[in-house]
């Protein structure tokens, strides 16, 4: 009875947990820890020894010995799911497929370059909930003769990017914009890099480019279909526009834009104005450590390299260099690959009548490249081990899908999870006939 209500009092504080934090933090620190764990095996144990101390066992023993023995193949079965099961997501993006399937472990990696292509030299999982690193006794990683330390973690970090105006040329041109109407208003920057000399963003019924040098018939050709805006820089905060229409197929209205000015796109009753503009800028990137997660927050580590100490979030890049090299650090999601293909063909989204909000989402999905099935939030999927479901969806600013997510689950142990809890049916079943069995012995026996 001790055992039990140790582990009532361990799943209550656990849940408490999960309402204030999330799944991940639950689970880490309260649900797979040493004490739940701990507590878990002397029910085993203590399971077991009762039984053999009713050894040899009589008829009467049937219920006492299927509950437990259910009890304790449920237990089995769960702890084998826990170490080697598979409990991730898939996202999909319409029209394309993958393979892959995202774990929510974070891999930290380190790869070299010394003047040619990047060598992996590190890739490890890492989990800093229970353990962080500090300052005094860092996470180090060895990458030859030089050391790279992580000195601080933030699980719940919030980033923060924001474009500065710089003074130097080398830096390319960023510009923010403002488009807005009755149905939609949203605030973007669009920034050129070293690599990139044509950048854009996709806003629903339109996309909006940035660009120095462009070529209006190539571009449509890579982007059939499409209602653009095209921004080019010319300097003195003066930008040239050109809007495409893809039902007209030409150009309608072309112009120069200052800051502030407003300039009618001609799609719906849509307006776009020019907020800012850098003929040369950089990013910079903080983070703040929050106590509570929101749709915002991640992962960050502060990496120490030869003296100069740098944050880093999850699922970005972080670039060192030395005379001689160049290293990039890596904070991302563990994947698998699966032995097939899946592949989005179309993702269906319904919703309430009148308003924005889904009221149901389902994925038409090729599986293998030769199974069409259609995935809904209550038909999953079983392919080849590995189930299915229907999880979420990707949304752009406009509120139009533009990927669906699915959570992939691979259960090795629930085999022995169902028989352990048809087991402990069977139990519950038996004592409950044996004791009505008994009750109607008994008053038969005192109408004689």
């Not at 003074?167 to 669009?190: C, D, E, M, Y």
């Not at 940035?210 to 279909?225: I, N, V, W």
């Not at 983070?287 to 580590?301: E, I, M």
Request: net charge positive; proline share 4%.
């Amino acid at each position: 009875m001790f055992i039990i209500l140790g582990i009532a009092i361990v799943s209550a504080v656990g849940t408490v947990v999960e309402a204030q934090y999330d799944t991940k933090v639950a689970q880490t620190l309260v649900f797979h820890s040493p004490y739940m764990y701990a507590l878990l095996w002397l029910l085993c144990i203590t399971l077991f020894l009762v039984m053999v101390d009713r050894w040899p066992w009589k008829k009467r023993h049937t219920a006492f010995i299927l509950a437990h023995i259910g009890i304790i193949t449920l237990l089995v079965g769960s702890y084998i799911t826990r170490k080697v099961g598979i409990d991730g997501s898939v996202y999909l993006e319409s029209g394309k497929q993958t393979n892959v399937v995202t774990l929510p472990d974070n891999i930290l990696s380190v790869y070299a370059s010394f003047g040619g292509n990047y060598t992996n030299l590190f890739s490890e999982k890492i989990d800093f909930l229970t353990d962080p690193p500090s300052k005094e006794d860092p996470y180090k990683v060895s990458l030859g003769g030089d050391e790279l330390q992580i000195i601080d973690y933030w699980h719940f970090a919030l980033r923060e990017s924001r474009f500065v105006e710089t003074q130097n040329l080398k830096h390319p041109p960023a510009v923010r914009f403002q488009i807005f109407g009755s149905r939609a208003n949203s605030t973007q920057w669009l920034a050129l890099t070293d690599k990139k000399k044509v950048v854009s963003t996709s806003l629903g019924p339109l996309r909006v480019v940035l660009t120095k040098e462009y070529d209006q018939k190539k571009h449509q050709a890579a982007t059939p279909g499409g209602n653009q805006i095209l921004f080019t820089v010319l300097g003195d905060n003066k930008i040239k526009y050109e809007i495409y229409s893809a039902k007209k197929a030409m150009i309608t209205k072309r112009g120069v834009v200052g800051l502030g000015d407003e300039v009618v796109t001609g799609f719906m009753d849509f307006k776009i104005r020019l907020l800012n503009f850098y003929a040369h800028h950089e990013e910079k990137v903080t983070y703040t450590d929050n106590v509570y997660p929101n749709n915002y927050t991640k992962p960050a580590l502060l990496v120490n390299f030869n003296g100069k100490q740098q944050w880093m979030g999850k699922n970005s890049v972080l670039k060192l260099f030395k005379n001689d090299r160049a290293y990039i650090v890596t904070l991302g999601d563990d994947s698998i690959e699966l032995n097939f293909p899946i592949k989005l063909k179309k993702f269906i989204l319904g919703r309430y009548q009148g308003t924005m909000r889904a009221a149901s989402y389902a994925s038409d999905v090729t599986v293998d490249n030769k199974l069409d099935v259609n995935i809904s939030m209550n038909e999953p999927l079983k392919y080849d081990g590995y189930t299915f479901y229907q999880a979420s969806f990707q949304q752009d600013d406009m509120g139009n899908p533009v990927a669906s997510i699915l959570s992939v689950n691979k259960d090795p142990g629930r085999f022995l999870k169902y028989l352990g809890s048809l087991l402990i049916v069977l139990g519950s079943i038996h004592l409950f006939y044996n004791r009505r069995r008994k009750v109607k012995v008994k008053k038969n026996n005192e109408k004689k």
